[in-house]
Nanobody, 121 residues
Framework: QVQLVESGGGLVQPGGSLRLSCAAS????????MSWYRQAPGKERELVAG????????NYAASLKGRFTISRDNAQNTVYLQMNSLKPEDTAVYYC??????????????WGQGTQVTVSS
């Protein structure tokens, strides 16, 4: 079955860095555009960054560009989110998402269970 398993979250001090990973299984990874979303307490889920099937294009939330970097390794079926210069307002649950295009042309959206990132001194 389809699985997206995030890892790498935790507690970090302001100004620190974390690298999140999302390991995918159960579908052809290169047929999926991948994204990271986050949801802070009391707020709506928001897009953090996205990357195309082979990594040729990326997009970021305007407020995060320059601090966060999304990348993927199709050989390892993994997408990453490098987060630098973290701020307390980056505290949230971070979710990995896949938009998979089947050979039929149908789209499927898959989600991971999320990983908590807490930025605090």
């Amino acid at each position: 079955q389809v699985q997206l398993v995030e890892s790498g979250g935790g507690l970090v001090q302001p100004g620190g860095s974390l690298r999140l990973s999302c390991a995918a299984s159960g579908f052809t990874f290169s047929r999926a555009a991948m994204s990271w979303y986050r949801q802070a307490p009391g707020k709506e889920r928001e897009l953090v960054a996205g990357i195309s099937n082979y990594g040729e294009s990326t997009n970021y939330a305007a407020s995060l560009k320059g601090r966060f970097t999304i990348s993927r390794d199709n050989a390892q079926n993994t997408v990453y989110l490098q987060m630098n210069s973290l701020k307390p307002e980056d505290t949230a649950v971070y979710y990995c998402s896949a938009k998979y295009v089947a050979r039929s042309g149908l789209y499927y959206d898959y989600w991971g269970q999320g990983t908590q990132v807490t930025v605090s001194s």
